[in-house]
Structures are given as structure tokens and as C-alpha cells.
């Protein structure tokens, strides 16, 4: 009786290890991206990192400069836009967290 018992507590415990696994924490880095007037920028790439500098991926602006990155890990990433031969400084170590936006703005140097 006892040990069926402990083999029911184990397989009930795996059980929610394995359930608490499948749901990873998620969260949204969004921003816009700015010329070095201020006016937003149009088809800009945005690209994103972790802080490791693994798992680069990349988007693009909409026609009001804004992005979006849904259903990030949580963790912190590096982001920095790029646009008509321009790159933004990186800024780094965004922190993204869970069930949440987390907003940044990224500023394209002016063209020399």
C-alpha cells in the first residue's frame, strides 16, 4: 500500500514538472525606430540577440517606424536597427519579461 502510494506521489510530481516545463515564460520587446531627427523610419531592419550573442533574428518596421518581437524567452537581448546604409548603436541588455512589453527606441546616426 505504501509504495503504490510512492509511485503515485512520483508519477503525479513528474507530472507537473513536465507541465511547469511546456509553459515558458514569454514576453514582447516592441519599439520604433527614429532618424537622427526624430521622425520615425519606415522599413527600417531591426535586429535581436540575446546578450550571448546567440539566436539573431530580424524585422522590420512598419510605415510609423514601429517593431515588435512577440513571444520572446525571458532574458535579456541586445537590439539595434538598421536602415539606409545606417546603423544604430546596440542597445544591450534589454531586459524582456514575462507577460509583458517592454518598449525601446532606437536612433539611427545622421548621414555623413
Avoid: C
Avoid at 546567440?54 to 524567452?73: E, I, L, M, Q, V
Avoid at 545606417?86 to 542597445?91: D, K, N, Q
Avoid at 514575462?98 to 546616426?109: A, D, G, K, W, Y
Amino acid at each position: 500500500m505504501k509504495r503504490s502510494m510512492l509511485i503515485l506521489l512520483v508519477v503525479a510530481a513528474l507530472g507537473v514538472a513536465a507541465t511547469a516545463q511546456a509553459r515558458v515564460a514569454t514576453g514582447t520587446l516592441a519599439g520604433t525606430v527614429l532618424d537622427a531627427h526624430g521622425k520615425p523610419v519606415a522599413h527600417a531592419t531591426v535586429t535581436i540577440q540575446t546578450s550571448y550573442g546567440d539566436h539573431p533574428n530580424a524585422t522590420h518596421t512598419d510605415a510609423n517606424g514601429h517593431f515588435a518581437f512577440a513571444r520572446y524567452r525571458t532574458g535579456q537581448y541586445d537590439v539595434r536597427a538598421y536602415a539606409d546604409g545606417l546603423f544604430s548603436a546596440w542597445t544591450k541588455r534589454v531586459l524582456i519579461r514575462s507577460h509583458r512589453t517592454t518598449e525601446v527606441t532606437l536612433r539611427l546616426p545622421a548621414a555623413k
